[in-house]
């Protein structure tokens, strides 16, 4: 578990018409976060992670249960487009939940916040990610990080008709990782097959209206959004473009419209991490999201995407070394959203470098 080598070829892959500019600046990005002393300090942030065996790998489905417990990947990404990657930061492994925020993100784009909320509310559950719950006053699902209420945002999406929608769901999320995404046929195959409690949910949201007609066409797109293949850089590309207002640091291109990132954020952190949330929130204070595959990335807002993989995951659905991970580097920069200004104080220049 070395520090890999950056993902350099992708980045130049994007240059377009700019290409050369944008080879250049890989370039300088690249020897920069060389040289950085964030990479010592995330380094040694590792290594600790590394130690931690808690947490049993996913076996709902035979895909995931093949995964290796000592496959371990911390990526970041910072705004000013530096990569850092450790370990097995190349294996591609299912989004799963991680979608959710970003599919959010595209509802909240194609109906607006209002519209959005008709539908979703923006409240913890304090439940586990997959109960069979909605709001009793409304009808609605608690939050669009769980499960109902990732199914009734997914069911938002528009598009004329089904391939058209997973186009547009591809592609947004294709938008925020910097490189075309791919789908997991197998892990699909099998999420639809064994997705017999998301379908409850999906008839019970249709019972009282809160999913439409086309639900069991919304319901193969959310098992097509949890098996979308990413590894931890692009999980770390992902959270730097909402740390970066929607704006993709390596490819320049709006992923998202810079107003509802704060709405995005937000849910993150109230509900992200299922519910280890009010924890969560309380140790590490970052908006994240995490996957039963064992994907979790965090925002920075303004400086910094983390993103993890480590198969292992705990009872709440949350990998033990990915929170390790964010515990750690959350207090040693003091990157705590409330941290005293005495704990922030050189955050910006060890992660910006002007420290070195
Ligand atoms: N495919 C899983 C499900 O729908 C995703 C859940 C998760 O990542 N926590 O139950």
């Not at 790998?57 to 850092?84: N, Q």
């Not at 391939?163 to 591809?170: D, I, M, S, Y």
């Not at 007609?213 to 473009?241: G, K």
Request: aromatic share 8%; net charge negative; charged share 20%.
């Amino acid at each position: 578990m070395s520090p890999a080598g950056g993902h350099r070829g992708r980045r130049d892959a994007v240059g377009g018409a700019g290409g050369g500019a944008n080879a250049l600046d890989a370039l300088v990005r690249d020897a920069r976060s060389a040289v950085s002393p964030l990479r010592r300090t995330l380094q040694d942030i590792f290594e600790q992670a590394a130690e931690v065996s808690e947490g049993k790998v996913a076996s709902y489905i035979p895909e995931l249960a093949r995964a290796d417990p000592a496959w371990f990947a911390v990526s970041v990404v910072t705004t000013a487009g530096e990569c850092f990657d450790l370990g097995d930061s190349h294996r591609l492994f299912t989004a799963q939940s991680i979608s959710k925020p970003f599919v959010y993100g595209m509802a909240l784009t194609d109906h607006g916040r209002e519209g959005v909320l008709e539908r979703v509310g923006v409240e913890p559950t304090g439940e586990a990610f997959n109960s069979i719950v909605l709001d009793p006053a409304t009808n609605r699902p608690f939050n669009p990080m769980v499960n109902a209420g990732a199914i009734a945002t997914t069911d938002l999406l528009l598009g004329k008709d089904y391939p058209e929608r997973v186009g547009r769901l591809l592609g947004a999320l294709g938008k925020f990782a910097g490189r075309d995404l791919y789908v997991d046929n197998g892990v699909f195959m099998s999420e639809r097959e064994t997705g017999h409690r998301n379908r409850a949910i999906a008839h019970l949201m249709k019972a009282f209206a809160i999913v439409g007609d086309h639900f069991e066409e919304s319901l193969e797109l959310y098992f097509q959004q949890c098996s979308v293949l990413v590894n931890s850089h692009d999980l770390a590309v992902m959270a730097a473009t909402l740390a970066n207002d929607g704006t993709n640091p390596l490819t320049r291109e709006q992923a998202l419209e810079s107003t509802y990132v704060k709405n995005v954020l937000a849910v993150m952190l109230s509900c992200g991490m299922y519910d280890y949330a009010g924890e969560w929130m309380w140790r590490v204070g970052l908006p994240a999201k995490s996957g039963v595959a064992g994907g979790l990335l965090a925002v920075v807002p303004g400086v910094l995407g983390i993103g993890v993989y480590s198969p292992l995951i705990d009872a709440k659905g949350n990998c033990p070394r990915g929170v390790k991970t964010c515990k750690e580097f959350s207090a040693r920069f003091g990157l705590h959203c409330f941290a005293a200004a005495s704990e922030r104080r050189d955050q910006r220049a060890e992660i910006n470098g002007s420290a070195r």
